[in-house]
Antibody, heavy 121, light 108 residues
Framework: EVQLVQSGAEVKKPGESLKISCQGS????????IGWVRQMPGKGLEWVGI????????IYSPSFQGQVTISADKSISTAFLQWSSLKASDTAMYYC??????????????WGQGTLVTVSS | EIVLTQSPGTLSLSPGDRATLSCRAS???????LAWYKQKPGQAPRLLIY???SRATGIPDRFSGSGSGTDFTLTISGLEPEDFAVYYC?????????FGQGTKLEIK
């Protein structure tokens, strides 16, 4: 059974750093994209970026380039999304999702349960 | 990047009705690489359709996708109570992938 299990909810202060995780199981982690999707409170889905764990090829949305870093450790089948200096506007639910190797970027066929990030002073 | 515009913003229908949701792209979607997702409150999105018209595993055949180029449609025939949710389209033919803003399907 394919599963993506994300790390737990986080409460942080502005300016702090954070790294959240997404562990895949039940499939070959290195041959599917892992994507990150933001959903701000009461809002829609936003494509943050994707990583191909096999070679760490990474693509960011221009809206998120330079604001976050996506990485992966294939030895533990885990992808990461990190911030060096959080802002209140980073408050959101963050989903990871698996993407088949189809074209330049993937659709997402399995999703994690989401990690709620709250940034407040 | 490609901008996807979904309409209507909210659709009010009754169980048993037919729902038609639209997704229009600002430029042609490469190879009709267009997906649809359903999201219920407090849950992660779920893939319904990929490649504009292919149903994902386990998705009932009352869900169908159609369209090409810049205009795509998700049709739900015979609405069930569990179908009332928010629906998003996503294009994945160009980088970055982008989502539409969503259509809320609510019970009338």
């Amino acid at each position: 059974e394919v599963q993506l299990v994300q790390s737990g909810a986080e409460v942080k202060k502005p300016g702090e750093s954070l790294k959240i995780s997404c562990q895949g199981s039940g499939y070959s982690f290195t041959i599917y994209w892992i994507g990150w999707v933001r959903q701000m409170p009461g809002k829609g889905l936003e494509w943050v970026g994707i990583i191909y764990p096999g070679d760490s090829d990474t693509i960011y949305s221009p809206s998120f380039q330079g604001q976050v870093t996506i990485s992966a450790d294939k030895s533990i089948s885990t992808a990461f999304l990190q911030w060096s200096s959080l802002k209140a506007s980073d408050t959101a639910m963050y989903y990871c999702a698996r993407g088949p190797l189809t074209t330049v970027t993937p659709y997402f066929d399995y999703w994690g349960q989401g990690t709620l990030v709250t940034v407040s002073s | 990047e490609i901008v996807l515009t979904q309409s209507p913003g909210t659709l009010s229908l009754s169980p048993g009705d037919r729902a038609t949701l639209s997704c229009r792209a600002s430029q042609s979607v490469t190879s009709n690489y267009l997906a649809w997702y359903k999201q219920k409150p407090g849950q992660a999105p779920r893939l319904l359709i990929y490649g504009a018209s292919s149903r994902a595993t386990g998705i009932p055949d009352r869900f169908s996708g159609s369209g090409s180029g810049t205009d795509f449609t998700l049709t739900i025939s015979g609405l069930e109570p569990e179908d009332f949710a928010v629906y998003y389209c996503q294009q994945y033919g160009s980088s970055p992938g982008t989502f539409g803003q969503g259509t809320k399907l609510e019970i009338k």
